[in-house]
């Protein structure tokens, strides 16, 4: 599975910004998707998943409100929705994609090349 980030850019506080990833290379289906971010001097965290085999939806609690992670399986794109952007959204953001639904980056298989979210103040 290929991963390809996209979306981000510069914003006000705020404002919002939709990011999308697009998978190729197999079949979407049985992969569950998630969102990390990286801010500078900061370690990578979970931001948001997706389950495709429900549906079912997960936030950082720090986003929770505020974000919404959403799929599309025709497309085999998932996106982050952001809204009420804050200065400490600001960051790296990656979609990963793993067999199983889980918070924690180490259990991802696949990882996308990252997209950079600036939120000025």
């Known amino acids: 599975v290929q991963l390809q980030a996209s979306g981000g850019g510069l914003v006000q506080a705020g404002g919002s910004l939709r990011l999308s990833c697009a998978a190729s290379?197999?079949?979407?289906?049985?992969?569950?998707m998630g969102w990390f971010r990286q801010a500078p001097g900061k370690e990578r965290e979970f931001v948001a998943a997706?389950?495709?085999?429900?549906?079912?939806?997960y936030y950082a609690d720090s986003v929770k409100g505020r974000f919404t992670i959403s799929g599309d399986n025709a497309r085999s794109t998932v996106y982050l929705q952001m809204n009420s952007l804050k200065p400490e959204d600001t960051a790296v953001y990656y979609c990963?994609?793993?067999?199983?639904?889980?918070?924690?980056?180490?259990?991802?298989?696949?990882w996308g090349q990252g997209t950079l979210v600036t939120v000025s103040s």
């Open positions: 997706i389950s495709w085999s429900d549906g079912s939806t």
């Open positions: 290379g197999r079949t979407f289906s049985g992969y569950n």
């Open positions: 990963a994609a793993n067999t199983f639904i889980s918070t924690n980056q180490r259990a991802y298989d696949y």
